[in-house]
């Protein structure tokens, strides 16, 4: 969370001369915020009246790291009138938007070589002995992988990736048609992708990058990430604008795993950088938004606890 100062100047014609007050809220508040008499700051600005121009500048704190813009309201009055009557009222909108404005973006590993071997039927038999390289993949959505296969004393024993392909969406099987096969216990074996490629996701919070590693997230996996600009992603990836984030805070799922009678105290910062504290009961569990690092727990008896942690928040504070 990023606070800085930021300055909400009001313009007006008065026709009044003498003090003005000058009230403000953010939209949704339940008070507003007022100028009053006397000297210093924060006190009634004083206008010439007869339709000259006036001015006052509102002194704000504002969170330049959230995503989400911050609404304001007020208006201005001749402080003549009484602070709770609504005649006179000028009224005013203002909206603070954060920069950079963060987005989500949504990136999709589509794509990905083969990688992982599982011979179905271990114990198959009635194969031709020797050695068949560069078997292609069949299934799997890509294309050019392909395999080489040991058999011996009849039975499929090794195999390896030869050519790892490219654009694998799920898994495929050998065509081991071309083995000559005697009548026996007939076998299948499964290829499996990879995964995309690495994948360097961009953190918003502490301005550094992070890289996933090869393999890490696989084909139909989805990876969020926050920025104000679109992020460049490698071509076996897709990559969608998914809505606003709020950089600073991270969707967190606690679990109490059961099995016992323990239970978990916990506290965190909510979105707002306001204290949230509770207990979780046996089998319970608390998911919601918080602010990145800000969840501390002690388990109580036999409780034991499981934390994952999601993507950026949705902009919904």
């Known amino acids: 969370m990023a606070i800085v100062p930021g300055v909400l100047t009001i313009n007006w014609t008065s026709n009044y001369v003498g003090p003005h007050r000058v009230c403000y809220r953010i939209v949704g508040a339940p008070s507003y915020i007022c100028t009053i008499p006397g000297a210093g700051p924060g006190t009634d600005p004083i206008c010439p009246g007869n339709g000259g121009a006036c001015t006052y500048d509102i002194n704000l704190l504002v969170d330049n790291e959230t995503c989400d813009p911050v609404d304001y309201e007020g208006y201005v009055q001749a402080a003549c009138e009484d602070v709770s009557s609504l005649v006179g009222r000028v009224t005013f909108a203002a909206q603070f938007v954060p920069s950079p404005a963060c987005k989500r973006w949504a990136v999709t590993c589509v794509d990905s070589p083969m990688d992982g071997l599982t011979i179905d039927t271990p114990l198959n038999a009635g194969y031709t002995s020797g050695f068949y390289p560069a078997l292609p993949v069949i299934g799997g959505g890509g294309t050019l992988a392909t395999v080489d296969v040991t058999v011996t004393g009849g039975v499929i024993d090794t195999v390896a990736i030869n050519v790892a392909g490219s654009g694998y969406t799920g898994s495929g099987t050998v065509d081991i048609s071309s083995i000559p096969f005697a009548p026996g216990i007939a076998t299948t074996i499964t290829v499996e992708p990879l995964g995309c490629t690495a994948l360097d996701v961009y953190d918003c919070n502490d301005a550094t990058t992070e890289t996933i590693a090869l393999g890490v997230i696989k084909p139909g996996e989805v990876y969020d990430m926050c920025g104000s600009v679109e992020p460049t992603v490698p071509v076996d990836y897709t990559i969608v604008e998914n809505g606003n984030c709020l950089c ?65 928040c949705s902009g919904e504070t």
């Not at 009678?261 to 506290?267: A, P």
């Not at 504290?277 to 569990?285: D, E, K, L, Q, V």
């Not at 919601?288 to 690092?293: I, K, S």
Request: net charge negative; aromatic share 4%; charged share 10%.
């Open 248 to 312: 600073n805070c991270t969707e967190i799922n606690l679990t109490e795993d059961g099995g016992g009678t323990g239970d978990i105290d916990y506290i965190y910062l909510d979105c707002n950088s306001v204290a949230v504290s509770g207990n979780i009961p046996t089998g319970g569990s608390l998911s919601t938004c918080m602010v990145t690092g800000s969840l501390s727990y002690v388990l109580n008896g036999d409780a034991a606890a499981t934390v994952t942690t999601g993507a950026a």
